[in-house]
């Protein structure tokens, strides 16, 4: 229920209609907008909100909507239900239009997914569509709407001899107007007219009677006179006894096409009712984009939480005057805030922020958008009472306070638990002692019976009642006392000052009124007010404290995740150097033992030559140069080349012995090494990890490095014993799981319990979350976020498949609806 009758004129909704049918395309859309109501069906409203969101969503995503012929021909096909009577050419050229419109409509659908557009394409699906009239209209009418030659043979026959008839005239004419001119009868520059449906030729009227005919018309000077000659009166008759006939036969074709139309004609008029529900429904949608509004979440209980709500009208017009628009946050909710009363000065909004919760509300009950923030939710409501402005009236002899006191009748005796209850200067109208008494007993009542309500006073009694009483919350609109201004915004859970004094001292009343007022009033009500003044600035000045700490906390955080990433780049870079370093320092051991060797061979093979021994010590000794060159990167490699040098020492130590002269003996061979056979442990000069011998080929032999397979010369490599070679790889093993281990640990460190996927296409951000799943896995974290975002909700729905084929996936569930709700998935992982 609806109360009072005047309720959309109140909340200005008779404004919106009209906004919303400036958006229809035809006088179809437009009478459903004037039958556009409030509705207490739950199923209802929210099939009509799901169908203008759909919509909102064509209108933002396609640009192939058919929207050409949108016409309305309901009253033809009304008419030719009498049998005889027939649509016109245009009437049956609209209909054709039209009828092409609701099928592109219903092809545009039905190549849609089911997924896309659900609520629409049930609508859809109960459409009939008759290609069969449309190929018969295509049959009788060409692509200007006329009736073509061949809709019927007698049709045919008939504009061909017509057509015959009217060359023949021509000629004729021709001829004679020809001769006329020679014998300078009219004028070089007269051509034929037409009079009366008639081809005559003008003629001076001097000279009228020197042709024969038949005068048909004349100028308005009487100058000149219309003349048909007699040569052609006679088939003149015979053209217009034809275009009779061919009206005649034309009018039989549109009979007969009625009679085709007629069993369709009730299964037309719905077709023209989906029409119209199309650009009802488009009409709704394009007012949402103009006003920002959208589809909060919902549910079927009265209680409400909005953000960022704007009143739709002051939208339209700030935004036109590039001025902004305070948004309104408002929760209605049982058992604690079911009725919120606003105070605070006059002209600082009370009655637009009622105006706009009434709006609101019956806007998302008539199935518009509503113009909020997408964390908001909606509630539900059976009635909405209002009681706002002045129903004074003298045929019913009410004054404005006695009709307050009706409205509060009808409130106290129909209000529920389902009623959402709007009053605006609750109290006013007579003596501020009774009828703030009367409106304190009113409010009690209204709160035992349950009802939702936004009430305005300035009364002081009902400030301190709402500040006892459970159910009942008191609301301020902000006033900037420094500039002495309002600020147009609503503050919960503390009452709001008049500033009755400083609006009055502002204005320029003069100083001893205000004293003498504030002398009359007394001491306790400055005080209090003063009081109320002195709570609302500091409020505002420690929640202005508490802003600033949350936004330095919030930079705090980004600097130290910064800081954190930071970190683990340095950790990750100095642990690629070190692997670098480590490949590189043996590498560089590999090489200086193959010149070492080489360094040997050639000392052997000269027999200790003392020129070819000095050059080759000279030789290693650029590269020990080039090869112990210090590095500030990481010491373990100048300790492994230090390794090398010593190495070399004692080697060319070595060489020095073979080179003293022995009686009696031969240059000996340094170092004997031990035979290797297949089957034997050996080490590669340079390398840490062991092998296995699989063959030996010559000086050359067929080693096995864990899966790798190489051919390594027999002088590279060296015999070791089984258990070193288990003991190597062992520290091998033990090498790789530290760093294994480590990195794990680092990993836990830095990793975040959630992942943001927001902006990203769909398969970049199914990867995304596989590689973080993994991670977070392997990090034992026992729960993960994944946020979203809500949209149109593909992203999530895509997600949320990957989810359920992980193997090690638990569960999966929205947030809190305080942390997200479906903006964010929960996971949880099953170990």
């Keep these: 229920m609806i109360y009072p009758s005047t309720f959309e004129e109140k909340i200005k909704f008779t404004k919106v209609r009209e906004l919303v049918k400036n958006n229809c395309l035809s006088q179809l859309g437009k009478e459903q907008t004037d039958e556009m109501t409030f509705s207490d069906s739950f199923e209802q409203v929210i099939k009509q909100q799901q169908q203008t969101f759909e919509f909102r969503r064509i209108c933002l995503e396609e ?36 009828l092409t419109t609701i099928n592109d409509i219903c092809r545009f659908f039905n190549l849609k997914e089911p997924q896309d557009y659900p609520h629409l394409k049930e609508v859809v699906s109960q459409v009939a569509i008759f290609p069969f009239l449309l190929d018969n209209i295509d049959y009788l009418l060409n692509k200007f709407g006329k009736i073509k030659d061949n809709a019927s043979p007698e049709l045919a026959r008939i504009r061909r001899e017509i057509f015959n008839k009217q060359s023949s005239i021509s000629h004729k004419l021709n001829a004679i107007l020809k001769s006329a001119k020679q014998n300078g009868l009219v004028d070089d520059d007269v051509s034929i007219s037409i009079r009366d449906g008639r081809a005559v030729i003008p003629v001076p009227s001097g000279n009228k009677r020197k042709i024969h005919g038949i005068i048909q018309d004349e100028s308005a000077t009487g100058k000149t006179t219309f003349i048909e000659p007699a040569e052609v009166v006679e088939i003149n008759n015979e053209v217009r006894e034809l275009e009779y006939a061919e009206r005649r036969e034309v009018m039989r074709i549109l009979v007969e096409m ?37 589809l909060p979440s919902y549910h079927e209980k009265e209680d409400f939480r909005w953000q960022g709500a704007t009143h739709p009208l002051l939208w339209i017009q700030h935004k036109a005057a590039n001025k902004e628009v305070i948004p309104l946050d408002l929760e209605l909710s049982a058992p604690l805030q079911r009725i919120v009363l606003i105070s605070g000065p006059n002209a600082g909004g009370k009655s637009v922020c009622l105006q706009s919760v009434g709006l609101i509300q019956y806007m998302f009950q008539c199935g518009l958008l509503v113009p909020m923030s997408e964390g908001s939710k909606m509630g539900f409501f059976k009635d909405i009472f209002m009681d706002m402005g002045d129903e004074q009236s003298i045929e019913n002899d009410l004054s404005t306070y006695s009709s307050h006191l009706f409205n509060m009748k009808h409130f106290l005796r129909q209000s529920k638990g389902h009623t959402l209850v709007l009053i605006d200067e609750f109290g006013t109208g007579t003596e501020p002692m009774l009828g703030g008494a009367i409106a304190e007993s009113v409010l009690e009542q209204l709160n035992l019976q349950g009802v939702y309500g936004v009430i305005t006073t300035h009364y002081t009694n009902l400030k301190h009642m709402a ?55 007394g001491q306790e009500h400055i005080d209090y007010d003063k009081n109320l003044r002195e709570i609302v600035r500091d409020k505002r000045y420690w929640e202005q404290k508490r802003n600033n700490i949350r936004i330095n906390e919030k930079k705090l955080a980004d600097v130290l995740e910064r800081y954190q990433l930071e970190l683990q780049n340095v950790k990750k870079e100095r642990k690629e150097l070190i692997d670098k370093a480590k490949a590189e320092a043996s590498t ?35 590269f020990k140069e080039q090869a112990t060159v210090p590095t500030e990167k990481d010491s373990d490699i100048e300790r492994k080349i230090q390794l090398i040098k010593d190495r070399e020492q004692r080697k060319a130590n070595k060489v020095d012995e073979v080179k003293k002269p022995q009686p009696n003996l031969k240059p000996k061979v340094v170092e004997e090494k031990i035979a290797i056979e297949k089957g034997d442990s050996v080490l590669l000069h340079g390398q840490e990890l062991p092998g296995v011998v699989m063959e030996l080929l010559g000086k050359e032999a067929s080693v096995a490095f864990g899966n790798l397979r190489t051919t390594v010369k027999l002088n590279r490599l060296e015999k070791i014993s089984k258990n070193t ?23 836990k460190l830095t990793i975040r319990p959630d992942i943001d996927v927001r902006g990203m296409r769909t398969e970049e951000a199914i990867q995304a979350v596989i590689n973080y799943m993994d991670e977070a896995l392997m990090c034992e974290l026992p729960e993960v976020r994944i946020l979203h975002g809500k949209g149109n909700g593909i992203l999530r729905q895509m997600l949320r498949q990957q989810l359920a084929i992980m193997p090690f996936v638990s569960s999966f569930k929205d947030a809190h609806l305080q942390e997200g709700g479906a903006g964010i998935t929960v996971v949880r992982f099953d170990f």
């Design 588 to 622: 560089l051991l590999m090489n200086a033992n193959k010149e070492i060797e080489n360094t040997i061979r050639t000392i052997k093979e000269t027999q200790a030559d003392k020129e070819k021994t000095k050059q080759a010590r000279k030789h290693l000794d650029v």
């Design 467 to 521: 500040t006892q009483t459970e159910g009942i919350e008191n609301g301020a609109m902000l006033f900037d006392t420094h500039l002495i201004q309002p600020l147009y915004k609503l503050q919960i859970a503390q009452p709001g000052s008049s500033f009755a004094f400083e609006i009055a001292r502002k204005i320029g009343l003069p100083e001893n009124i205000l004293e003498s007022a504030k002398e009359k009033i």
């Design 258 to 294: 009625a009679d085709k139309l007629r069993p369709y004609i009730d299964d037309l008029l719905e077709s023209y009712r989906f029409m119209g529900l199309m650009d009802f429904i488009r009409a709704k949608a394009r007012f949402a984009l103009s006003t920002n509004a959208t």
């Design 725 to 747: 070679a288990k003991k190597q790889l062992s520290n091998q093993f033990a090498s790789t799981s530290s760093n294994a281990v480590e990195r794990i640990r680092d990993r």
């Design 63 to 98: 640009d192939n909507f058919p929207i050409g012929y949108f016409m309305d021909v309901r009253e033809p096909l009304v008419r030719i239900r009498t049998v005889g009577r027939y649509m016109d050419e245009k009437e049956l050229f609209d209909l054709k239009r039209s």
